[in-house]
């Protein structure tokens, strides 16, 4: 079903990292705890450094964190944003619409091509803005 994404589970759209989050200590050789929010008090706080990106500092850089609304079995739902772009694949003799959706969880790099009857039944407020 698409529209619920797993936390943690790498699927098309899933967010790669969440955060910026605070190291609160050094946990053995190549762990670290990190405080995370409330919403994510079912997530394991210490994570190897693998799994870890350095935070470049920029005094002009202001950090705007929206957290994510994480549901009790770690999911959350995604909805399109906006359509980015329109185009007409052709297959032998069909023509088949396809529509390129901007979704609201993600950034530009990770827009999806999507059927648009589909997107058109799902989701009808979109192209009301195309008319």
């Known amino acids: 079903m698409r529209g619920v994404k797993r936390f943690g589970v790498r699927k098309k759209l899933s967010p790669r990292f969440v955060g910026p989050f605070e190291i609160l200590e050094r946990v053995g050789v190549v ?3 990190v405080a995370l929010p409330p919403r994510l008090a079912g997530v394991y706080d210490v994570f190897h450094v693998s799994n870890l990106r350095k935070y470049v500092y920029d005094p002009e850089h202001v950090l705007s964190y929206i957290p994510t609304e994480l549901q009790m ?3 959350y739902e995604e909805f399109p944003a906006y359509i980015v ?3 007409v694949r052709k297959l ?3 023509e088949i619409p396809y529509v390129k959706i901007y979704w609201s969880e993600h950034g530009d790099r990770e827009e999806t091509w999507e059927l648009e009857d589909m997107m058109k ?3 009808p407020h979109l192209f009301e803005e195309l008319r």
């Open 31 to 33: 762990a670290y705890r």
């Open 73 to 75: 079995d770690m999911t």
């Open 85 to 87: 772009d329109r185009e």
């Open 92 to 94: 032998r003799s069909r």
């Open 121 to 123: 039944e799902r989701y």
